[in-house]
């Protein structure tokens, strides 16, 4: 059991659980398990991230490895930087979409992976048993900065996006939540051709803007924004560029499942393969895999990475918001996710809208329900009961990450802990929106109740049903 890292990397709330004597030992005992000479070292635009960053750069040093820091970047840019700079591993600091309060450590191996989840576990038996090496005076590790990473990592980037042919001059709202992809962004989407709108793309780690996760109630109130600038489409992405949301400034915020069903078509119209995807993607991912021709595999939340180790012929492995594609690196990246989108509209004369209108459609819901930790356990154990109280005999199961029922009639309800916030997620789809509205009150209702019952009398429910 895992007693530091969540669903992605180690995340919380600064001096509580995230200091700079955790990001040391983290370093320390990355540079140890990695048996390393060389570990590369970023971070986004948090208040605290450049003293974390530090941190693990001196536990790097400490254990005999040399350290490459190349500062404040997005989360793609370090671990493509992983291999340019031909590093052992790295270490990047961010608490991704979590309030400017938070932060985190994700650690990476030599290929700009991601840690599988028995890697997390060996590591942080090094982090808690204090075993990593100690260099004497003369072989501790040297420091060097880097501070054109992320021109580098563009350069690259255009010569892969770069559009073959340009049929529509697309115009682009990019909103990057003042965080480091406010860096990279809006500049690649620029040298491809597109006309660039960007918005809250000053670097700032209080994100003034807007709450750094782009969920849609979030990004709702700047759609009309969107539409009265006439753009073709509206991107946006969290505090460290991972994460992309996709907008359609005439129909509102596209459910990140389709978008994932927009690139595995593109990808399969190409070659067959395996489409992966988290435990928490719909029906449309799998109606236009099965269409194509491609095969898909269901992995948990966070650990779409490890489905590549498993397969040799995945084409993507995604998860809402999150895209990997192997052909380009083996590392979660929003920034080439959002070239990717804007190459296809260029290429194929086609909106967001004219593309999505090829892929299904279902009503669907992503909730989240703020328990605090005392609660999260009991009131996650209260909605699986309440859920296998709908089922009838004839569903499916999938308890990888979470309880998740697939009902006979295609519709869907997962129930899972966040395993970076003291929520409980509540993710679902149904092919009516009426009949999805009675679910999710009824099982949000069940978990009100059960907080009262226990004497608190708010308890904090976020997001919504989206048609």
């Not at 992320?150 to 115009?171: A, D, F, H, R, T």
């Not at 946006?236 to 005439?250: N, S, T």
């Not at 596209?254 to 393969?273: F, N, P, S, T, Y």
């Not at 909730?367 to 005392?374: F, M, N, P, Q, V």
Request: proline content about 5%; some cysteine.
């Amino acid at each position: 059991m895992r007693r530091l890292f969540g669903t992605a990397g180690i995340r919380g709330r600064y001096l509580k659980k995230v200091s700079p004597e955790l990001a040391y030992k983290v370093g320390a005992s990355l540079a140890t398990y990695l048996k390393g000479n060389k570990i590369v070292i970023g971070g986004d635009g948090r208040l605290t991230t450049p003293l974390l960053r530090l941190a693990a750069g001196v536990g790097s040093m400490t254990s005999g490895s040399n350290v490459i820091d190349i500062g404040l970047v997005p989360l793609p840019v370090l671990a493509w930087s992983i291999i340019k700079y031909d590093g052992d591993g790295g270490i990047y600091v961010t608490a991704s979409h979590n309030p400017p309060t938070d932060n985190g450590l994700k650690v990476f191996n030599k290929e700009g992976m991601e840690f599988t989840e028995a890697m997390e576990i060996d590591l942080e038996t090094l982090i808690f048993s204090g075993g990593w090496r100690t260099s004497d005076w003369d072989s501790v590790g040297k420091r060097e900065e880097v501070l054109n990473a992320v021109e580098e990592y563009l350069n690259q980037l255009y010569s892969v996006v770069k559009p073959s042919l340009i049929k529509l001059k697309p115009k682009v709202l990019v909103d990057t939540a003042n965080g480091a992809p406010s860096l990279a962004t809006p500049l690649i989407l620029k040298s491809m051709g597109a006309e660039v709108v960007s918005l809250n793309s000053n670097v700032d780690g209080r994100f003034p803007g807007r709450l750094p996760e782009p969920r849609p109630d979030v990004l709702e109130p700047f759609i009309p924004v969107a539409k009265s600038l006439g753009t073709h489409v509206f991107f946006a992405q969290d505090g460290d560029g991972d994460r992309l949301a996709v907008i359609d400034p005439k129909d509102g915020f596209i459910k990140q499942d389709r978008i994932i069903a927009l690139i595995a078509k593109h990808k399969l119209e190409e070659k067959k393969g395996t489409v992966i995807v988290s435990i928490d993607c719909g029906n449309a991912v799998r109606d236009v895999v099965s269409d194509l021709g491609g095969k898909l595999a269901v992995v948990k939340l966070g650990k779409t990475h490890e489905g590549i180790l498993r397969f040799n012929d995945a084409l993507i492995a995604a998860e809402p918001w999150k895209l990997i594609d192997p052909s380009w690196g083996k590392w979660i990246d929003g920034i080439y996710q959002a070239a990717l989108i804007t190459k296809l509209m260029m290429e194929t004369g086609k909106t967001i809208g004219e593309l999505m209108s090829e892929i299904p459609n279902y009503p669907q819901a992503r909730y989240s329900i703020a328990t605090g930790e005392s609660l999260k356990e009991s009131i996650y154990e209260v909605l699986v009961n309440e859920l296998k109280g709908l089922m009838k005999g004839k569903e499916k199961v999938l308890e990888i990450d979470g309880f998740r029922v697939d009902f006979a009639d295609n519709s869907w309800i997962l129930i899972r802990k966040s395993g970076t916030e003291p929520k409980v997620r509540i993710y679902g789809e149904a092919k009516s929106v009426k009949k999805l509205e009675e679910i999710i009150k009824s099982l949000i209702g069940k978990a009100v109740n059960y907080a009262r019952s226990k004497g608190y009398e708010e308890i904090e429910v976020e997001g919504k049903i989206i048609p």
